[in-house]
Protein backbone atom coordinates (compact mmCIF):
# COMPACT_ATOMS: atom_id res chain seq x y z
CA UNK A 1 0.00 0.00 0.00
CA UNK A 2 1.44 3.33 -0.76
CA UNK A 3 2.44 5.82 1.92
CA UNK A 4 3.29 9.46 1.11
CA UNK A 5 5.36 10.98 3.78
CA UNK A 6 5.78 15.03 3.84
CA UNK A 7 8.83 16.61 5.99
CA UNK A 8 8.53 18.88 7.42
CA UNK A 9 4.67 19.20 8.73
CA UNK A 10 5.43 22.73 9.56
CA UNK A 11 7.77 25.76 8.57
CA UNK A 12 8.21 28.68 9.16
CA UNK A 13 10.43 31.30 7.79
CA UNK A 14 11.20 34.64 6.82
CA UNK A 15 10.15 36.96 3.87
CA UNK A 16 12.99 36.30 1.15
CA UNK A 17 14.51 32.99 1.83
CA UNK A 18 14.65 30.15 -0.31
CA UNK A 19 13.28 26.79 0.85
CA UNK A 20 12.60 23.24 0.13
CA UNK A 21 10.25 20.79 1.02
CA UNK A 22 9.89 17.21 0.74
CA UNK A 23 7.85 14.48 -0.12
CA UNK A 24 8.60 10.57 0.40
CA UNK A 25 6.72 7.55 -0.81
CA UNK A 26 7.18 4.16 -0.72
CA UNK A 27 6.08 2.12 -4.12
CA UNK A 28 8.51 3.85 -6.78
CA UNK A 29 5.32 1.96 -9.48
CA UNK A 30 3.58 5.31 -9.51
CA UNK A 31 2.09 7.37 -13.03
CA UNK A 32 2.80 10.62 -11.55
CA UNK A 33 3.60 13.25 -8.44
CA UNK A 34 1.32 16.33 -8.32
CA UNK A 35 1.82 19.47 -5.90
CA UNK A 36 -0.51 21.34 -4.58
CA UNK A 37 -1.15 24.12 -2.36
CA UNK A 38 -4.03 24.95 -0.19
CA UNK A 39 -4.96 27.87 1.58
CA UNK A 40 -7.31 27.85 4.34
CA UNK A 41 -11.06 27.01 4.21
CA UNK A 42 -10.24 26.69 -0.11
CA UNK A 43 -10.01 23.33 -2.25
CA UNK A 44 -6.43 22.49 -3.67
CA UNK A 45 -4.69 24.45 -6.57
CA UNK A 46 -2.58 22.07 -8.89
CA UNK A 47 0.95 23.47 -8.56
CA UNK A 48 2.89 20.91 -10.48
CA UNK A 49 2.78 18.10 -12.30
CA UNK A 50 5.84 15.33 -13.02
CA UNK A 51 5.12 12.50 -15.31
CA UNK A 52 6.97 9.32 -14.00
CA UNK A 53 9.51 9.89 -16.75
CA UNK A 54 10.73 13.46 -15.77
CA UNK A 55 13.06 15.05 -13.21
CA UNK A 56 11.84 18.16 -12.76
CA UNK A 57 9.07 20.72 -13.51
CA UNK A 58 9.28 24.53 -13.11
CA UNK A 59 6.91 27.23 -12.93
CA UNK A 60 8.02 30.80 -11.63
CA UNK A 61 9.35 30.53 -8.22
CA UNK A 62 8.61 27.23 -7.93
CA UNK A 63 10.68 23.99 -8.73
CA UNK A 64 9.85 20.42 -8.34
CA UNK A 65 12.20 17.31 -8.48
CA UNK A 66 11.40 13.91 -9.08
CA UNK A 67 13.71 10.81 -7.83
CA UNK A 68 11.35 7.79 -8.56
CA UNK A 69 13.97 5.24 -7.71
CA UNK A 70 14.18 6.67 -4.31
CA UNK A 71 10.81 7.13 -4.11
CA UNK A 72 11.46 11.49 -3.59
CA UNK A 73 10.20 14.50 -4.53
CA UNK A 74 11.30 18.32 -3.94
CA UNK A 75 9.61 21.79 -4.03
CA UNK A 76 11.68 23.98 -4.33
CA UNK A 77 10.53 27.94 -3.47
CA UNK A 78 12.45 30.70 -4.44
CA UNK A 79 12.44 33.95 -2.63
CA UNK A 80 9.49 33.32 -0.37
CA UNK A 81 6.53 35.77 0.19
CA UNK A 82 3.81 36.01 2.49
CA UNK A 83 1.89 35.14 0.11
CA UNK A 84 3.30 31.38 -0.49
CA UNK A 85 1.73 30.83 3.36
CA UNK A 86 -0.66 28.07 2.66
CA UNK A 87 -0.60 24.45 3.27
CA UNK A 88 1.55 22.73 0.88
CA UNK A 89 0.19 18.74 -0.66
CA UNK A 90 2.34 16.10 -2.45
CA UNK A 91 0.14 13.91 -4.20
CA UNK A 92 1.27 10.41 -5.98
CA UNK A 93 -0.69 9.01 -8.97
CA UNK A 94 -1.68 4.95 -8.74
CA UNK A 95 -2.71 2.47 -11.84
CA UNK A 96 -4.68 2.77 -14.66
CA UNK A 97 -7.22 5.19 -12.95
CA UNK A 98 -4.17 7.81 -11.70
CA UNK A 99 -5.75 7.66 -7.84
CA UNK A 100 -4.28 10.63 -5.90
CA UNK A 101 -2.69 9.37 -2.57
CA UNK A 102 -1.86 12.59 -0.56
CA UNK A 103 0.88 13.37 1.79
CA UNK A 104 -0.61 14.92 5.12
CA UNK A 105 1.05 18.19 4.02
CA UNK A 106 3.68 20.91 4.81
CA UNK A 107 1.99 24.25 6.82
CA UNK A 108 4.69 26.89 5.29
CA UNK A 109 4.22 30.80 7.01
CA UNK A 110 6.42 33.20 5.34
CA UNK A 111 6.67 36.01 7.82
CA UNK A 112 7.16 39.66 6.01
CA UNK B 1 -6.95 24.31 -16.67
CA UNK B 2 -11.06 22.81 -15.63
CA UNK B 3 -12.61 24.96 -13.50
CA UNK B 4 -14.90 23.22 -10.57
CA UNK B 5 -18.23 24.49 -8.75
CA UNK B 6 -18.97 22.56 -5.85
CA UNK B 7 -22.54 23.40 -3.62
CA UNK B 8 -23.26 23.84 -1.37
CA UNK B 9 -19.98 25.47 -0.25
CA UNK B 10 -20.96 24.62 3.36
CA UNK B 11 -23.84 23.04 5.34
CA UNK B 12 -24.67 22.44 8.89
CA UNK B 13 -27.20 19.04 8.90
CA UNK B 14 -29.03 16.76 11.85
CA UNK B 15 -28.16 13.37 12.57
CA UNK B 16 -29.36 10.92 10.43
CA UNK B 17 -30.29 12.97 7.59
CA UNK B 18 -28.62 13.36 4.09
CA UNK B 19 -27.17 15.55 1.95
CA UNK B 20 -26.72 15.77 -1.43
CA UNK B 21 -23.19 17.49 -2.86
CA UNK B 22 -22.90 18.41 -6.30
CA UNK B 23 -19.68 18.77 -8.78
CA UNK B 24 -20.21 20.59 -11.94
CA UNK B 25 -16.92 21.09 -14.43
CA UNK B 26 -16.86 23.97 -17.29
CA UNK B 27 -15.44 21.36 -19.59
CA UNK B 28 -15.85 17.06 -20.12
CA UNK B 29 -13.30 14.93 -18.31
CA UNK B 30 -12.34 12.05 -18.38
CA UNK B 31 -12.46 11.15 -14.40
CA UNK B 32 -14.00 12.28 -11.36
CA UNK B 33 -13.00 11.65 -8.23
CA UNK B 34 -14.49 12.11 -4.13
CA UNK B 35 -12.25 13.04 -1.26
CA UNK B 36 -12.97 13.56 2.32
CA UNK B 37 -11.11 15.63 4.44
CA UNK B 38 -11.18 14.88 8.04
CA UNK B 39 -10.39 17.88 10.36
CA UNK B 40 -6.41 18.37 10.57
CA UNK B 41 -5.69 14.98 8.19
CA UNK B 42 -5.08 15.04 4.34
CA UNK B 43 -6.89 13.55 1.58
CA UNK B 44 -8.81 10.23 0.71
CA UNK B 45 -10.65 9.21 -1.48
CA UNK B 46 -13.57 7.77 -1.51
CA UNK B 47 -14.60 6.63 -4.76
CA UNK B 48 -14.00 7.27 -8.26
CA UNK B 49 -17.37 8.63 -10.42
CA UNK B 50 -17.47 6.20 -13.39
CA UNK B 51 -19.66 7.94 -16.05
CA UNK B 52 -22.74 5.99 -17.05
CA UNK B 53 -21.76 3.05 -14.66
CA UNK B 54 -21.52 2.36 -11.25
CA UNK B 55 -18.82 4.64 -8.84
CA UNK B 56 -15.46 2.15 -7.74
CA UNK B 57 -15.66 2.58 -4.17
CA UNK B 58 -12.31 2.69 -1.66
CA UNK B 59 -11.86 0.21 1.05
CA UNK B 60 -13.26 1.68 4.02
CA UNK B 61 -16.22 3.25 2.09
CA UNK B 62 -19.73 1.74 0.81
CA UNK B 63 -22.23 2.98 -1.54
CA UNK B 64 -25.29 2.36 0.69
CA UNK B 65 -23.36 5.48 2.64
CA UNK B 66 -21.89 7.25 -0.03
CA UNK B 67 -23.80 6.75 -3.34
CA UNK B 68 -22.31 8.37 -6.26
CA UNK B 69 -23.67 9.39 -9.52
CA UNK B 70 -22.13 10.48 -12.95
CA UNK B 71 -24.82 11.13 -15.75
CA UNK B 72 -22.55 12.70 -17.80
CA UNK B 73 -19.00 14.05 -18.52
CA UNK B 74 -19.18 17.29 -16.71
CA UNK B 75 -21.56 16.10 -13.39
CA UNK B 76 -20.84 14.13 -10.38
CA UNK B 77 -23.08 13.65 -7.58
CA UNK B 78 -21.81 12.51 -4.02
CA UNK B 79 -24.93 11.93 -0.87
CA UNK B 80 -23.26 11.37 2.46
CA UNK B 81 -26.49 9.21 4.14
CA UNK B 82 -27.29 8.89 7.54
CA UNK B 83 -24.89 11.54 8.49
CA UNK B 84 -23.20 11.06 12.28
CA UNK B 85 -21.21 13.63 13.53
CA UNK B 86 -17.99 11.22 11.85
CA UNK B 87 -19.51 12.57 9.23
CA UNK B 88 -17.74 16.00 9.85
CA UNK B 89 -15.32 16.74 7.16
CA UNK B 90 -14.56 19.00 4.23
CA UNK B 91 -15.52 16.70 0.83
CA UNK B 92 -14.13 17.50 -2.47
CA UNK B 93 -14.61 16.88 -5.73
CA UNK B 94 -11.51 16.67 -8.53
CA UNK B 95 -11.51 16.09 -12.31
CA UNK B 96 -9.25 15.24 -14.61
CA UNK B 97 -9.39 15.41 -18.31
CA UNK B 98 -7.48 12.85 -19.87
CA UNK B 99 -4.63 10.45 -18.83
CA UNK B 100 -1.64 12.12 -17.46
CA UNK B 101 -3.26 15.25 -16.45
CA UNK B 102 -3.16 17.19 -13.53
CA UNK B 103 -6.13 16.65 -11.31
CA UNK B 104 -7.92 19.76 -10.46
CA UNK B 105 -9.91 20.00 -6.76
CA UNK B 106 -13.13 22.30 -6.31
CA UNK B 107 -13.47 24.49 -3.27
CA UNK B 108 -15.08 21.53 -1.25
CA UNK B 109 -18.17 21.17 0.66
CA UNK B 110 -17.73 21.95 4.73
CA UNK B 111 -20.02 19.47 6.21
CA UNK B 112 -21.06 20.09 10.14
CA UNK B 113 -23.47 17.19 11.95
CA UNK B 114 -25.08 18.37 15.07
Known amino acids: KQEVTQIPAALSVPEGENLVLNCSFTDSAIYNLQWFRQDPGKGLTSLLL?????REQTSGRLNASLDKSSGRSTLYIAASQPGDSATYLC???????????FGKGTKLTVNP | SAVISQKPSRDICQRGTSLTIQCQVD?????MFWYRQQPGQSLTLIAT?????????ESGFVIDKFPISRPNLTFSTLTVSNMSPEDSSIYLCSARRGPGEPQHFGDGTRLSIL
Open chain 2, 49 to 57: ANQGSEATY
Open chain 1, 91 to 101: AVAQGGSEKLV
Open chain 1, 50 to 54: IQSSQ
Open chain 2, 27 to 31: SQVTM
